[in-house]
């Protein structure tokens, strides 16, 4: 079966349209419609995120199930370096650029399943609902929780870790990018500089249920960029999206008491690249008649 097919496949399986595929690629739909149109597969360089999107392995999208069983059989001869160097320098300049591509989207595999490792590691993040049916994204670790400041610059080094990855809003279906300008943003901006206590330990341990405040995030509002800096990263203007997380408190023994309730705003800029990015998250506030017990 072809790769294509393959996709087509799986986006019935799941019932996925190709609009949300293209929103959750970055894929433009045209593009998809092509590879059915025109029986063509997609370009390499795309297949990761086509993987991610449809929640399958590499493995699963360009091997048919004898390949795969082939693969398995013969690990224990590739692995001899000697053996595969051999091979390397026998073969034809096209199996060389196919065993290139491959290794390549190895390591690219390897990278992502690393990147995975750790966040699962660092993040004790749930969802739930409150009486009402609303969405609340419980952090139930704090991760950043010196007495007295919190350091901004460990909060940047951990945002880095999500760069490159995108989520989409449950509600409206926006993808909602991570890119390389949030952790200055979230972690200096004029916003961050001028909150303080509660606030800004709230804000530091937003940034590790950052994936689900965008998934659960609900009305959207739009402005226009006035602002010269952002004429090129926000040129298509800016977005809000409300959402709100619990974080615990603890006693003086340490023991869990209850979860405070917090409604944050998510600033998103609309780039001309036609993406929309996470800038921020701001107007971090406590629900004073909200709190979840144990």
Same mark, same amino acid.
């Given at each position: 079966?072809?790769?294509?097919?393959?996709?087509?496949?799986?986006?019935?399986?799941?019932?996925?349209?190709?609009?949300?595929?293209?929103?959750?690629?970055?894929?433009?739909?045209?593009?998809?419609?092509?590879?059915?149109?025109?029986?063509?597969?997609?370009?390499?360089?795309?297949?990761?995120?086509?993987?991610?999107?449809?929640?399958?392995?590499?493995?699963?999208?360009?091997?048919?199930?004898?390949?795969?069983?082939?693969?398995?059989?013969?690990?224990?001869?590739?692995?001899?370096?000697?053996?595969?160097?051999?091979?390397?320098?026998?073969?034809?300049?096209?199996?060389?650029?196919?065993?290139?591509?491959?290794?390549?989207?190895?390591?690219?595999?390897?990278?992502?399943?690393?990147?995975?490792?750790?966040?699962?590691?660092?993040?004790?993040?749930?969802?739930?609902?409150?009486?009402?049916?609303?969405?609340?994204?419980?952090?139930?670790?704090?991760?950043?929780?010196?007495?007295?400041?919190?350091?901004?610059?460990?909060?940047?080094?951990?945002?880095?870790?999500?760069?490159?990855?995108?989520?989409?809003?449950?509600?409206?279906?926006?993808?909602? #990018?991570?890119?390389? =300008?949030?952790? &200055? $943003?979230? @972690?200096? %901006?004029?916003?961050?500089?001028?909150?303080?206590?509660?606030?800004?330990?709230?804000?530091?341990?937003?940034?590790?249920?950052?994936?689900?405040?965008?998934?659960?995030?609900?009305?959207?509002?739009?402005?226009?960029?006035?602002?010269?800096?952002?004429?090129?990263?926000?040129?298509?203007?800016?977005?809000?999206?409300?959402?709100?997380?619990?974080?615990?408190?603890?006693?003086?023994?340490?023991?869990?008491?209850?979860?405070?309730?917090?409604?944050?705003?998510?600033?998103?800029?609309?780039?001309?690249?036609?993406?929309?990015?996470? #800038?921020?998250?701001? =107007?971090?506030? &406590? $629900?004073? @008649?909200? %709190?979840?017990?144990?």
């Amino acid at each position: 079966m072809n790769i294509y097919e393959k996709i087509f496949d799986r986006l019935a399986e799941l019932h996925m349209s190709q609009i949300e595929l293209s929103r959750r690629t970055g894929i433009a739909t045209s593009t998809i419609s092509d590879w059915r149109k025109k029986k063509i597969n997609p370009q390499a360089d795309k297949l990761v995120a086509i993987c991610k999107a449809l929640d399958m392995s590499l493995v699963d999208l360009l091997c048919d199930e004898d390949e795969e069983e082939e693969k398995v059989v013969q690990t224990d001869y590739m692995l001899d370096e000697r053996h595969i160097v051999e091979v390397f320098r026998m073969s034809d300049d096209e199996t060389r650029r196919r065993l290139l591509r491959y290794f390549e989207l190895v390591g690219i595999c390897n990278q992502i399943n690393d990147n995975n490792a750790v966040k699962k590691n660092n993040r004790n993040v749930s969802v739930i609902q409150d009486i009402d049916g609303n969405n609340i994204v419980v952090i139930n670790d704090i991760i950043f929780k010196r007495k007295r400041s919190v350091n901004w610059k460990d909060v940047r080094e951990y945002l880095k870790e999500y760069i490159g990855e995108f989520y989409t809003i449950v509600a409206t279906g926006d993808a909602i #990018y991570i890119g390389s =300008d949030l952790p &200055k $943003e979230y @972690s200096g %901006s004029k916003y961050t500089n001028s909150i303080k206590g509660m606030n800004a330990k709230a804000k530091a341990n937003a940034a590790t249920g950052i994936p689900e405040l965008i998934e659960i995030a609900v009305g959207k509002h739009f402005r226009n960029n006035e602002e010269d800096k952002h004429k090129r990263d926000a040129k298509n203007g800016w977005y809000r999206y409300d959402s709100r997380f619990a974080l615990p408190v603890y006693g003086d023994k340490g023991e869990l008491e209850r979860y405070n309730i917090f409604h944050a705003s998510l600033l998103v800029r609309h780039s001309n690249d036609g993406k929309m990015y996470l #800038y921020d998250i701001i =107007d971090i506030k &406590k $629900e004073t @008649s909200n %709190s979840l017990g144990k």
